[in-house]
């Protein structure tokens, strides 16, 4: 693992499994003795593994964590910054049975490079097999090259902290029984993509006014209703005031644009379902 965020987390939140996992299990790491989910190769250094999922309680399983041989866990975390082109060839490489170990060693660079730009040029590119592998599970395919990731709560697979879950939601709010703003309020975060909006984006998608201050109020009441329902225990600021908003969702500053809000995953499913 490099020194940097990966999906949503931050490195001193990705550093806590470690010593998780040695307090639950005694050992160093998990896996031991399992082929590279990857690329197959049987020969994966002890230690080597990947966590997609850094929330808390931690699973030490897939489709949270897998073994990994420690070339596919480079060129998995390089993936953002490589060359336009080379995750997809190298995806290839492991379609056509390579181990991670040797994708620079059976093409030069030069011939890297020329396919890498037929591959963003949409040209159909070929591999000749190696080997024989059966994929069951080519979940590294589905991995995004989008570098917001790193740091954007939209891209946990679960949020930092638990929230209730999705009938915990239903029944609140059907107890509760929002006022139409709010309602409109929830249903536009949870048609958001990626269920993610800035207050002012859903203030001019729900109440159809630039005023990102009214929806804040609006939204933070039902907000500190839904808390005290469910009987959750808010996020808090440096002052130690309540961020109501946390029940609902999870906040950050992206580059060059207002504060955003990612909605919990649990209330976008109750939302939908009602």
């Not at 808010?234 to 644009?257: C, L």
Request: with cysteine; charged share 30%; glycine share 6%.
């Amino acid at each position: 693992m490099s020194n940097m965020p990966y999906n949503g987390y931050s490195w001193a939140q990705r550093m806590k499994i470690i010593p998780a996992f040695r307090k639950l299990t005694g050992k160093d790491a998990p896996f031991d003795g399992e082929p590279c989910s990857i690329c197959g190769d049987r020969e994966r250094a002890p230690g080597e593994w990947h966590s997609e999922d850094y929330s808390e309680p931690y699973s030490f399983e897939p489709p949270e964590s897998y073994p990994v041989c420690k070339s596919c866990h480079m060129r998995l975390h390089k993936r953002f910054n490589a060359p336009p082109g080379e995750w997809a060839l190298f995806c290839l490489h492991l379609d056509a049975g390579g181990y991670g170990a040797e994708f620079a060693k059976l093409r030069t660079p030069p011939v890297r490079r020329e396919l890498c730009e037929r591959l963003v040029r949409g040209d159909h590119v070929d591999l000749p097999a190696i080997r024989f592998r059966r994929i069951q599970d080519d979940w590294w395919r589905h991995l995004t090259l989008d570098p917001e990731s790193l740091e954007a709560p939209w891209a946990r697979p679960r949020p930092l902290r638990q929230r209730p879950d999705t009938e915990q939601f239903l029944a609140a709010l059907t107890a509760l029984g929002p006022s139409e703003k709010q309602r409109r309020l929830l249903k536009a975060h949870a048609s958001a993509p990626r269920r993610t909006a800035s207050m002012r984006a859903l203030a001019l998608e729900a109440l159809g006014k630039n005023e990102p201050a009214t929806a804040n109020l609006i939204y933070g009441t039902l907000a500190h209703r839904l808390t005290e329902r469910l009987n959750f225990k808010p996020d808090q600021r440096d002052d130690g005031s309540p961020v109501w908003m946390s029940i609902i969702a999870e906040g950050w500053y992206p580059p060059r644009r207002e504060f955003e809000w990612t909605m919990v995953p649990s209330l976008r499913d109750a939302i939908l379902a009602l």
